[in-house]
């Protein structure tokens, strides 16, 4: 398929566009000025101010050159419901292909459009992307993917996840299968545990129409680092591709279970309470304009799970996300077990600490902790922590995502069953919620969050 040259956004006046899909776009535009690239809005009522969003978004990343300077050009708005067949044949009719359609909507609006489409008569190259949650359950998201792929192919969906696309995150894969001495170590035999960490100081900050229905364990759990976890411990491709990384991650996920298969023994959640985060004051999560103290949402989330492979069973997985954390981190750590031999020479009978390496999500930088001196060095045993200076990365998540679009490349796009199960899992938890053997704890806002009762 050729490059995609009209990006037509669907839900184009919501947050996502001016915010992340906009300003990735532009990052993607300066580093290929070669790239021709029409950007329609559509949405349900007129935006006068298209033109100016749009170069307000570029701005703010500082995007320049000839690729950028077609995109402001060439940039329109059409008014568009997307669960109407008129005004999405209509749409389509005038566009020439290959076109992509952006779902930057919420999945029950995207499931009716979905509908529509297949009513209709489309291009043969026609691209979906399917901003996530795909779907809102297990069920919603295998009925979503029987829908997609009645209209289109395999190859021209893109379910995005922009924490699979993150710099740091495709940093890793080059770490691991460009290197001789990590992949040897992945697996059983040496790796006591992970975590993947993604905690923020920040609150609601006015999100509760999104956020209150959804919940840290679906927002960020679900949607994002179950992914992340998924790329870490794939086996090793024979090619970094669209066919392999999504069939090798959609296995890790399909061998993923609760660690003792008991949400009361591996499931933390919580919600914030009145308190102070960098120099900003919260009131109570269920305080918070536009919030319903009935639903129960989780402000904080954290579940262990199990691999249950040859190369993983028996190491637990930690994942974890909370908002109004007070010393907040993102980061994959990978905890080595201790030597296999103890001298009796080395500190504590020998016993000394697993080597550890940390992935810092956010700015790509890599520490990895280990263990110099000895018995007969004066200075004793001291642990070191080696770190890499990182460059800023070109392009930031979303442009990321959108050159895979654009290009047609889906190897780091998730495949229907791998969204499936990650629902799966979330409805093994969600039940331990309802139930009641997972309680809500409350956490002061700027504290650590809450724990599992075995770790107070």
Known sequence: MDSIKNLVILGATGDLTSRLLLPGLA???TAQPERQVTVIGADRQA???WEQTVAAAFGTVQASGPAVDYALKTSSFTVCDATSATDLQKLLDELASPVCLYFALPPQVTMKSLEVLNELNLPEDLVLALEKPIGHDL????ELNRLVGQLVPESQTFRV???LNMPSVH???GLRFANRMLEPLLNREHVESIEINYDETLGLEGRAGFYDSSGALRDMIQSHLLQVMALVMMEPPSRI??????????????????WDEDPARCVVRGRYTAGETNGKKYPDYISEPGVDPEKNTETFAQVTLEVDSWRWTGVPVTLRSGKAIGEPCKELVIHFRRPAHEYPQFPHDGRVSGDRLRLLLKSGQLEFELNVGGPFDARGMNRVTAQTDTADPILSSYGNVLRGILDADATFSVRGDASEECWRLIEEIQR???DGSVPLQD???GSEGPRLPTES
């Open 443 to 445: 956490y002061a806002a």
């Open 27 to 29: 990052t993607l535009l």
């Open 161 to 163: 996840d922009h924490f």
């Open 171 to 173: 940093s890793f894969t």
């Open 241 to 258: 591709d669209a066919v392999e990384l999504p069939a090798l991650t959609a296995h890790v996920l399909r061998s993923t279970r609760l």
């Open 47 to 49: 935006d006068e101010a």
């Open 432 to 434: 331990g919620f309802d």
């Open 139 to 142: 069920e919603s998201a295998r």
